[in-house]
């Protein structure tokens, strides 16, 4: 769980939003690649190899999305020290609910014992908290909200097939979840966004009995060759450029493709979160945990200039420069 910032949190509408938290949480059961390797008939290298994982975590019984969702958003709320009562909006980023209804949000929000709150939903898959984050800092600005908590959650194990090498070996569960507020500053500048519906069958679940199917040598064509234009649209919108980053959160899918979109970027003075090594892909958990991770490790300071990132099914895509809590 991160620190919070030290500058008083308020609550009118002014210029712009800022992250007050943020914080995390990673489900008990850690497994290793030996362990969904060996049935599938590849080894522990092979796998880390190829996307980078060396082991992640599995959500047990007990470890329900909601639940994991709830967690995370009350640490982070613990490190802003705000309360329930405070938060105004809660926007749940998933695309692992076992059911389309009821939606996770307002049950996220019972949790927390905020049971009146505006509460939705945010199916943008791996993009999801950066569009959730977006829709946060668009409402305060407008002085529709004051303070919200963006949470990405996922139980994605629920949704693969454990005899699939291309997912099984890929995909994990987690939460994370961010507190927004008022600031008369910018602290999360304009999100750059948008998706490719074309190309929807790279990443998808075919029916609502199905499990989740990716072609991963063409989503990873398309993040390295048509993504480090809209991280650098995000800086340029933020008024910065990219060597001035301090850090670079992607979305955790694959450590090869992380590492070359932050070399095409030319983020040469960043710390790049590489959480992908032992949390796995956690879609839209993946950018919270792994700027959690990064503040945690001291890798990234308060106030400095992070760059969020997040792509997947849709495909969905979606970047903003933060300043760090």
Known sequence: MSSHSSVPITFDAGAGSRI???AGVRPERIVGNSELGNPLGVSAEWIERRVGIRERRFAGPDDSLTGMGATAAAKALSAAGLGPADVDLLVLATCSMPSPMPNGAASVAALLGIPTVAA?????????FCYGLGIADGLIRSGTSRCALVVGAER????VDPADVDTATVFADGAGAAVVVSADHTGIHPVVWGGDGDRAGLVAIPDRH?????SGRAV????????AQVAGAACARAGLS?????GFVSHQANLRMIERLATSLGATNAAIARDIVETGNTSAASVPLALTRLIDLGQIQSGDPVLLMGFGAGLSYAAQVVTCP
Do not use: I, Q
């Open 20 to 22: 007050a938290a943020v």
């Open 120 to 128: 939705f939903d945010v199916n943008a898959a791996c993009a999801g």
């Open 156 to 159: 994605m194990t629920d949704w």
């Open 210 to 214: 199905g499990s989740v199917t990716m």
């Open 220 to 227: 990873y064509r398309w993040v390295t060759t048509e993504l």
């Open 242 to 246: 990219p060597d001035s980053l301090k």
